[in-house]
Nanobody, 126 residues
Framework: QVQLVESGGGSVQTGGSMRLSCTVS????????ITWFRQAPGKEREGVAA???????FIIPSVRGRFSVSRDNDRYTAHLDMNNLQPEDTAMYFC????????????????????WGQGTQVTVSS
């Protein structure tokens, strides 16, 4: 069973930076799509950034220019780099795995994801 482990959350002041990482285990193929979602209290889950099996990427407009997504050469660890963090970025961040998404042009539908991480809290204070 595919497992995802996230790391890197915590607290930061407005304008700060943070890197979240997501490592996939129990999967042996390299065509891995990792997508980052976030959910703030009282709000719906929101897809933030995705990297496809072909390394194409998509960042939602509201964080574009501040957030970026990448992966390690081993292709099983993906990173979400967040800069100039704002209080509205405060949320629980989750990574999700799919082996069915190659080219990314948008946040893939939730139904395509086969495994989710446990979530990591990001808190941005003003």
């Amino acid at each position: 069973q595919v497992q995802l482990v996230e790391s890197g959350g915590g607290s930061v002041q407005t304008g700060g930076s943070m890197r979240l990482s997501c490592t996939v285990s129990n999967y042996r193929y390299s065509t891995v799509c990792i997508t980052w979602f976030r959910q703030a209290p009282g709000k719906e889950r929101e897809g933030v950034a995705a990297i496809g099996g072909d390394d194409s990427t998509f960042i939602i407009p509201s964080v574009r220019g501040r957030f970026s997504v990448s992966r390690d050469n081993d292709r099983y660890t993906a990173h979400l780099d967040m800069n100039n963090l704002q209080p509205e970025d405060t949320a629980m961040y989750f990574c999700a795995f799919s082996d069915r998404v190659m080219n990314i042009r948008n946040i893939p539908p939730v139904a395509l994801f086969e495994a989710w991480g446990q979530g990591t809290q990001v808190t941005v204070s003003s």
